[in-house]
């Protein structure tokens, strides 16, 4: 893993970016302190799942489309998913 500072990372956007999509994962640092992680995404990626404060909730990424609120848990999660991919997704290229 390689670590550049937020200076670097204005320089060279372009190159980082490359870096990131050859599959590097790059953690960004300001003045010594790590701030940030930058990891590549599986090109069948499809939704990033995130935590609110203890809750979890999704967020598709090809149609922009919120699939659960905070306070729904994982099992309502992952059945909003598998709803939402049968229903929207229907045919799509993974």
Avoid at 43 to 57: A, E, K, P, T, V
């Amino acid at each position: 893993m390689t670590t550049i500072g937020i200076r670097e990372l204005r320089q060279d956007m372009a190159g980082v970016i490359a870096r990131v999509t050859n599959g590097e994962t790059i953690t960004l640092t300001d003045y010594r302190h790590t701030v940030a992680r930058i990891i590549p995404v599986a090109r069948n990626d499809r939704y990033s799942i995130d935590d609110f404060g203890g809750s979890i909730g999704a967020y598709c990424i090809p149609c922009g489309m919120v699939l659960a609120t905070p306070s729904n848990g994982l099992s309502d999660l992952l059945a909003t998913i598998g709803t939402h991919d049968a229903t929207t997704h229907q045919g799509d290229d993974q």
